[in-house]
């Protein structure tokens, strides 16, 4: 069976994983402001997804809008773990599995999950090439460019392609400095002159320009924390990517719109009170750049139903008209 990250139009467009961001109600409203996004679960335990969760369940879960392409991001160190979650995944309909080789947090490293995996990259390999075998949906990796330093980044990636990927998406920073410092894509460009498997470049694309400047010799790009302030950030990259004039973020009424759509389609994926505590984090993103944005800010991150939303949105409309 081919694999849809093989068919997917170039330059690829990704909605990076972020937990606590990119749950079913955001992907679905970015796949609808740029249907060519590929689209990535936040980050779920296979471990806990192996046993039917209630919580990874429904962190996994999906709407049809998101199918073409969804695919479910794991984490964990065991095999038969994997093999069984990616068998979970399989049953619920998604289109792909990702393997999470990236993330930095202490709580997931010191666990032996998450970017610790390349501490023994020949070992994680054959790890993947047991669950590639496993399963029909194609795996990709998303990684960083090492744990402490990128000395082993491009045999390890080939190893990982030898194991049976369909993609890797790089994160242009080692585990050592998480956020820190500026992404370096110069070892990610020289990564693909060594692959046949697309490769995806991440960290720091902040604009459109930005993600067509960065993306050179690669396959795509991949977005993550601009998104939350700029969800538009993907049809202006497409349209960068394709020498169209990039369109600008729509006025500030057409913006309070949208989050007033992601905010009624969180209701409906769990329940008010779930809904409004989950979007304060995104709404805190969406207030940089308005007028008295740290008034704003301070409210919408207590807010608790969806009437005192609103209430606070046609003030935020009356204060920013002109934008």
């Not at 990636?157 to 080692?174: K, M, Q, V, Y």
């Not at 490769?199 to 993600?211: E, F, H, K, Q």
């Not at 990039?246 to 989050?259: G, T, V």
């Not at 008034?295 to 991150?301: K, T």
């Given at each position: ?84 979650a990616a068998k979970v995944v399989e049953d619920m309909g998604a289109d792909g599995i990702d393997l999470n080789f990236g993330c930095p947090s202490p709580k997931v490293v010191g666990s032996g999950h998450g970017s610790a995996l390349l501490k023994d990259s020949a070992r994680s390999a054959k790890m993947i090439e047991k669950l590639v075998k496993s399963t029909h949906l194609p795996v990709s990796v998303k990684m ?180």
């Amino acid at each position: 069976m081919q694999s849809f990250w093989s068919q997917v139009d170039r330059p690829l467009l990704v909605l990076a994983p972020m937990s606590g961001y990119t749950e079913s109600p955001f992907r679905r409203l970015v796949k609808e402001l740029e249907p060519s996004t590929i689209l990535v679960s936040e980050l779920i335990s296979a471990e806990a997804l192996r046993r039917k969760n209630e919580k990874s369940l429904r962190l996994a879960s999906f709407h049809p809008d998101e199918k073409n392409y969804y695919a479910v991001q794991l984490f964990g160190k065991d095999e038969e773990t994997f093999i069984e979650a990616a068998k979970v995944v399989e049953d619920m309909g998604a289109d792909g599995i990702d393997l999470n080789f990236g993330c930095p947090s202490p709580k997931v490293v010191g666990s032996g999950h998450g970017s610790a995996l390349l501490k023994d990259s020949a070992r994680s390999a054959k790890m993947i090439e047991k669950l590639v075998k496993s399963t029909h949906l194609p795996v990709s990796v998303k990684m960083r460019l090492g744990f402490y330093d990128d000395e082993n980044f491009i045999q390890s990636a080939l190893d990982f392609e030898s194991a049976g990927i369909a993609s890797i998406a790089i994160h242009g920073r080692t585990t050592k400095q998480k956020y820190t410092g500026n992404a370096d894509w110069t070892k990610i460009y020289e990564l693909k002159n060594h692959l046949k498997i697309p490769v995806i470049g991440n960290g720091d694309v902040t604009s459109a320009m930005i993600a067509k400047n960065k993306l050179q010799n690669l396959d795509g790009v991949m977005i993550g924390r601009a998104s939350m302030r700029n969800p538009w950030i993907f049809a202006q990259s497409r349209a960068a990517f394709e020498g169209r004039e990039i369109p600008k973020k729509p006025p500030i009424a057409a913006q309070l719109e949208f989050f007033r759509r992601h905010a009624k389609m969180a209701i409906d994926f769990k329940s008010e009170e779930w809904a409004m505590i989950e979007l304060r984090k995104h709404f805190a993103h969406f207030v940089r750049g308005v007028r008295y944005a740290a008034q704003f800010r301070e409210r919408l991150i207590r807010v608790a139903t969806y009437a005192e939303l609103e209430i606070i949105f046609a003030e935020i409309e009356a204060q920013n008209s002109d934008r």
